[in-house]
Structures are given as C-alpha cells and as structure tokens.
C-alpha cells in the first residue's frame, strides 16, 4: 500500500513512521508513506497557505490553490488521473467517525492521499473537488490534521495483510466485532498478592473462551453502554450472542 500525506508541518511525522510496526511495515516493503510539504506547492516569497475567510469571520482558512496543485502532483507521480486509483482523505472535524470498520475498508485500498486540514478548515471547492471521503478521529478539535493522519495510518497499518504477525490479534481485539476485549494476563501468576483468575490457567478452553466473552460483555456494558446496537447481530456475524 502506497500514502501519501500532504502537509504544512511535514517535520511531525519522521519519530511515529520510524518506530514499531509502522516502521516495520515499511522495511517489509508491505506499506509506503511519503510525507509531502504543503508549502513546496506555492509561489510567493512567504509561501502562502492560507488566508482570511470571505464573508468575514475569526481564523484563516487553507487556501485551495496549493492543495489543488499538491494533490494533482501526487497523482500524477503515481500515474492517477482523476480520482481513480488513489483515493483523497480529508483530515477535518466535520468528517466522519474513524472506525475500525472504515480501518479495514481503507486497507483494501492500493493508494491513499491524505490531506492534513488546518486553521479553520480548507476551502470548501477542495473538499467538492478533490476529496473522496473526511474522516475526524474523534468529537474534539486539535490544532491540526497532523496528529489524526498518524493516527489513521497506524489504524490501517494493522490491517494490510502480513504487518502483524497474528492475524487472530486483530480478530478479537476492542470493537472488532462490537465489544471491548477481555481483561488479559500474563506471568507471574500472583502479583503483589493478586492472582490471575483461576479460569486461565485452568486449561479448560471452553471455559475460557466463555469467561471471556461474559467478560467482554460487561466491561462494554460498563464503560461503552454506546456501543450496543452499533453492529449487526452477533447471530449474522457468526459469533456469540451473550
């Protein structure tokens, strides 16, 4: 899989792509991100991205000239002409909620363009134009697209086929089928006078495998009572009903 990220502070992305299994993702020729300055794609002396918003108002907003010509760059590098074959990601506020759903579905995909929002967004003929999909990685505004690209790559990251060694890792994890995973332990068996529950070392894998969806259920219950009713029925997926 090919990213691309187009950005106005490319300096923040070296330290999270150069560690863990992103970097290893990258080594194993699985995953390429190739960080893009924004400000490479202006033409005045002060390189210019943004500037104050018609209508009035507080903020700048992202001007769409260096966008337009930043993403047609990439695409054009790439061999893409239009839309098809790379899709364009909007980091923005105003976008759809990352999921590990939407995880998954954008890991199918060969090309990725993400474009980092700042100030008070981008000019709007840049999200009709040029953007197939805005996704924001939670109901909170941080000061720019930076951070939640990181965090969109690494999401993706774990879902191209071979990046992480167990696929059963991503199968069972949080959300994954509608439920926070289960408590996990590992040795020393009793921790300062605290023992691992009985069940797991017990060899029992039926019973295990019970305890642990009893255990899902009610941490979900407990801390994301929000999450019931967000998926198909434990039935279509072939899983557990509870």
Do not use: N
């Not at 792509?17 to 202006?42: H, N, P």
Request: glycine share 10%.
């Amino acid at each position: 899989m090919q990213i691309d990220v187009i950005t106005i502070f490319p300096e923040m992305f070296p330290g999270a792509l150069g560690a863990s299994i992103i970097k290893r993702a990258q080594e194993q020729g699985r995953l390429r991100v190739t960080v893009r300055d924004l400000r490479r794609f202006t033409h005045d002396r002060r390189r210019t991205v943004d500037d104050r918003p018609y209508g009035g108002g507080p903020g700048m907003v992202m001007k769409p000239e260096p966008i337009f010509e930043a993403v047609e760059a990439v695409k054009r590098d790439c061999g893409h002409a239009g839309r098809e074959g790379c899709r364009t990601i909007l980091m923005s506020p105003q976008g759809e909620r990352f999921s590990t759903a939407a995880a998954q579905a954008l890991a199918r995909c060969e090309h990725l363009l993400i474009v980092c929002g700042h100030y008070e967004g981008v000019d709007e003929r840049v999200r009709l134009s040029l953007i197939d999909q805005a996704i924001s990685i939670g109901d909170y505004v941080l000061t720019g697209g930076e951070l939640p690209a990181m965090v969109v790559i690494d999401g993706i990251s774990r879902y191209i086929p071979g990046v992480i060694g167990h696929d059963e890792a991503t199968a069972e994890e949080s959300f994954a089928a509608g439920w926070l995973e289960y408590p996990q332990y590992t040795r020393p068996p009793v921790f300062r006078d605290m023992a691992v529950p009985e069940v797991l070392v017990s060899g029992d894998h039926q019973h295990i495998a019970t305890w642990r969806k009893l255990q899902s259920i009610a941490r979900t219950l407990v801390s994301r009572p929000d999450l019931q009713g967000r998926h198909p029925s434990r039935k279509e997926q072939g899983g557990w009903t509870g």
